[in-house]
């Protein structure tokens, strides 16, 4: 998004603009959801986690500071907040034995022309569970640099600065949850 | 570090240090997105023509990185934009009402402040002969909004608890006040 328009939003919302707040929703909701969901890895969580991340984000808002870029700022919130989840999911699994529902895959949009027919959406569908199971498996903090790097498409130094990490220790990360992820997807026949 | 000097006529001399393994593994991502120089490519196309393993390895991260790419979510599932929206309303308030509630208080404390000077200058008290900072910048200021320095404020208008956070500007501590005429 343009980064002027972007600053603008963040400051009308500073002021109490009723109608900033909206819009900065619907600029950040995909980018804060897509990390939630593929971070959980099942969408009732990754919702929760999506509300939970703009009410941290409205509450604090008149803490930031432009020195930073806002999408980062919202990338740190969702990150903190999907690993505190996590935890606490930990517990309560340890603690009640609770299945965990993972999540309910739904197929793309068609695309008007060449659409590709059902069958191939649901392998398609099929395929991205397969992927999520795998990457279930890998330690948090490696798939959370993986899911910023390689789904998100952020740049090393964009995931340094989110992460609060020297760019090597995130490179580290990102290597390691990457050779796993093959390890996994390997096991389970995909690559 | 491997070294590219040694290329010389975009051919490679005999004896030169071929890259290793471990230092193709270090670049493979900028060898897979296209993010090279000639020169280094020559030093991949000459390692990986000799290593079965390194060109497995392209391979499986290549398959790798498409998949996850397909794995982020273009749009939110119907409904909880709405949701957000209704779950955020009670903070979003408490908010508005907060900064307008000190606004306001802002507004009465400078009108207070405001008050003091005048009298003062009306009883040809020394400070208002002399000005101090403090009433050098009030005259200074423009008849709506103005900046003051923390340390323009006299030690009998503190006001910095409150105050003092809602701006920054290059560093300073700056204190937004809506001055009454
Ligand atoms: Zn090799």
């Known amino acids: 998004m343009d980064k002027k328009l972007q600053a603008q939003i963040v400051t009308a919302c500073q002021r109490g603009d009723p109608h900033a707040y909206e819009q900065l929703i619907r600029c950040y909701q995909t980018q804060v959801y897509s990390l939630a969901l593929r971070m959980l890895g099942n969408a009732e969580d990754a919702a929760d986690v999506t509300q939970e991340t703009f009410i941290r984000i409205f509450r604090t808002i008149d803490s930031f500071r432009g020195d930073a870029s806002f999408s980062t700022w919202v990338y740190r919130v969702t990150s903190n907040l999907c690993l505190d989840w996590l935890r606490r999911r930990k517990r309560q699994v340890l603690s009640s034995d609770a299945p965990v529902s993972w999540e309910h895959e739904t197929a793309p949009r068609e695309v008007a022309d060449n659409a590709p027919n059902p069958e191939d959406l649901l392998a398609a569908a099929e395929l991205r569970q397969e992927i999520q199971s795998a990457l279930n498996e890998l330690e948090s903090y490696h798939r959370l640099a993986l899911l910023l790097r390689d789904v998100q498409g952020l740049s090393y130094e964009e995931i340094s600065e989110i992460l609060n990490l020297p760019l090597g220790t995130v490179k580290s990360r990102i290597n390691r949850g990457r050779k796993q992820l093959k390890k996994m997807l390997q096991q389970k026949n995909i690559l | ?181």
């Open chain 2, 1 to 181: 570090m491997w070294e590219l000097y040694r290329i010389k006529n975009v051919k490679i001399k005999k004896g030169v240090k071929s890259m290793s393994c471990r230092n193709f593994q270090d670049k493979m991502e900028d060898y897979i997105k296209g993010s090279f120089s000639q020169h280094e490519g020559l030093y991949f196309d000459e390692h990986l023509s000799g290593c079965d393993k390194c060109r497995q390895r392209v391979a499986d991260l290549r398959a790798t990185l498409s998949l996850l790419q397909d794995m982020a979510v273009r749009e939110v599932p119907p409904g909880l934009e709405g949701r957000i929206v209704k779950a955020v309303e009670p903070v979003v308030h408490r908010q508005r009402n907060q900064s307008f509630r000190i606004r306001k208080l802002t507004a009465i404390m400078a009108s207070a402040v405001a008050l003091t000077l005048v009298v003062l200058a009306a009883v040809n008290y020394p400070w208002g002969a002399q000005p101090g900072p403090s009433t050098t910048v009030f005259h200074k200021q423009p008849a709506s909004v103005g900046r003051l320095h923390p340390d323009y404020l006299s030690t009998s208008n503190r006001f910095e608890v409150d105050f003092y956070r809602t701006e920054r500007v290059n560093g300073l501590r700056l204190l937004r006040l809506n001055i009454m005429e």
